[in-house]
């Protein structure tokens, strides 16, 4: 596509629920990220793809965080068993690496867990 | 641990006045970015500055890197209201992971 597109746009779950966001990259971009940013405040590195292995998944707040990328493209964030902490907004980005390292951002899934 | 900070983080300005914000940066780093940000969107790229010295102009924006003294700048001249948002720098420390700075929320006054 001729953006990075994230879905669902806006998900709201109860507590204890599982959830999916799903991140389909730019066409050729190799590395993929997942950012979380809280109401009014900055982002927050979650993980990092480089084709589909994950060499830095140091952000992941807890076990309760996975993700996986297949195919080189299209990768998944999922959160089991939300707590009401994991409210925010997740972005996805994009970006070729052999280029400027310019990321390129999803319009974000809000999440809202009561 | 890298650490990215801004100042200032709230900035309420008049139109046509002219200020700066600023991006410090703990580590060692030749790539910064700076991003924009408005209300309930995602994060739009406004400069990739890739070497010491680089300097990025659009419009009234301005971005320089000086990677001594690990600073960048985001210059604003002559402001306009449609500059209101959040302002973001970012510092890729090499390691693909991306630390962005607090931000800068912005807020032009007509």
């Known amino acids: 596509g001729a953006g990075v597109s994230q879905s669902p746009s806006n998900k709201v779950t109860e507590k204890g629920k599982d959830v999916e966001l799903r991140c389909d990259p730019i066409?050729?971009?190799?590395?993929l990220y997942w950012y979380r940013q809280s109401l009014g405040q900055g982002l927050e590195f979650l993980i990092y793809?480089?084709?589909?292995?994950?060499?830095?998944k140091s952000g992941l707040p807890s076990d309760r965080f996975s993700a996986e990328r297949t195919g080189g493209s299209v990768s998944t964030l999922t959160i089991q068993r939300t707590q009401q902490e994991d409210s925010a907004v997740y972005l996805c980005a994009s970006s070729f690496v052999s280029s400027t390292g310019e990321l390129f951002f999803g319009e974000g899934s809000r999440l809202t867990v009561l | 641990e890298l650490k990215v900070e801004q100042n200032p983080l709230f900035l309420s300005m008049q139109e046509e006045k002219n200020y700066t914000i600023y991006c410090n940066y703990s580590t060692t780093s030749d790539r910064l970015y700076w991003y924009r940000q408005d209300p309930g969107k995602s994060l739009e790229s406004l400069f990739v500055?890739?070497?010491?010295?680089a300097v990025k102009q659009e419009g009234r924006l301005m971005a320089s890197l000086d990677t001594k003294a690990r600073l960048s700048t985001l210059h604003i001249t002559a402001a306009v209201h449609d500059l209101s948002a959040t302002y973001f720098c970012?510092?890729?420390?090499?390691?693909?992971?991306?630390?962005f700075g607090t931000g800068t929320r912005l807020k032009v006054l007509a």
């Open positions: 500055l890739l070497s010491n010295g």
């Open positions: 793809f480089q084709g589909n292995s994950a060499p830095d």
């Open positions: 066409s050729g971009h190799t590395a």
């Open positions: 970012a510092v890729d420390p090499g390691t693909y992971k991306y630390i």
